[in-house]
């Protein structure tokens, strides 16, 4: 089920429920990250929680972080809180507004005087900007939504539609996924008319590279 799929499903349900530890994280993770957790041994009850984010591209993967200890959410902590995925999304996606401006923030783009960009901070919560689309929509001033999430930990977003700041910043998003360690994808996401988050262009090394539009 897609994101927004769960995002319905949890709406249904009661709320913020104390069966639900306030440490729970959302990350991006590859598509392939359900695959790459079960190659490991991480199956049945012990199979780590995963939703489709971007279909083919992304993955949200639940954590926890208690101290300097981070663990996955498991199908059996779901099991023991009494909840589904589409609750933990939910319950998130509630908060996502709140936590925009404390989970990163806002830098000015080298060269472009008056440019900015926002990039997470807080490796263990790179999905929050993916849980609601409204709350990044009003964070960017700006119904064009760019956003990316070229290496584990990191998510960009930024304002589309100036073809300047688009090109300058899939620059900044191939080189952030062609360099680090735990790449992810170099797809360039934004929202379809029905709101659901699609790839709508593809990061490149040249700056004369494609603009991606909707």
């Given at each position: ?46 199979q ?6 971007v ?6 993967c ?33 908060t ?63 304002p ?55």
């Amino acid at each position: 089920m897609r994101l927004l799929g769960l995002l319905a499903a949890g709406l249904a349900w009661a709320g913020p429920d104390a069966r639900l530890p306030d440490d729970l994280r959302v990350e991006v993770m590859p598509w392939d990250a359900p695959e790459r957790f079960a190659a490991r041994g991480a199956s049945g009850s012990g199979q780590v929680v995963c939703v489709p984010l971007v279909p083919t591209v992304q993955q949200a993967c639940l954590s926890r972080v208690q101290g300097d200890k981070r663990s996955w959410v498991t199908q059996g902590d779901l099991a023991g809180w009494s909840v589904e995925p589409g609750d933990v999304i939910a319950h998130m996606a509630s908060t996502a507004e709140a936590s925009l401006p404390v989970v990163g923030e806002w830098r000015e783009v080298q060269d472009l005087p008056g440019k900015r960009y926002w990039i997470s901070t807080d490796p263990t919560l790179s999905g929050t900007p993916y849980l609601s689309a409204p709350a990044v929509t009003r964070l960017l001033g700006s119904e064009h939504v760019r956003l990316a999430s070229p290496n584990v930990g990191i998510t960009l977003a930024w304002p589309g539609g100036d073809q300047e700041l688009d090109r300058v910043m899939m620059v900044a998003v191939y080189e952030m996924y062609d360099k680090q360690t735990n790449p992810i994808s170099p797809a360039i996401i934004g929202l379809d008319k029905a709101g659901q988050w699609v790839r709508i262009g593809q990061a490149r090394p040249r700056e004369d590279g494609q603009v991606p539009t909707p």
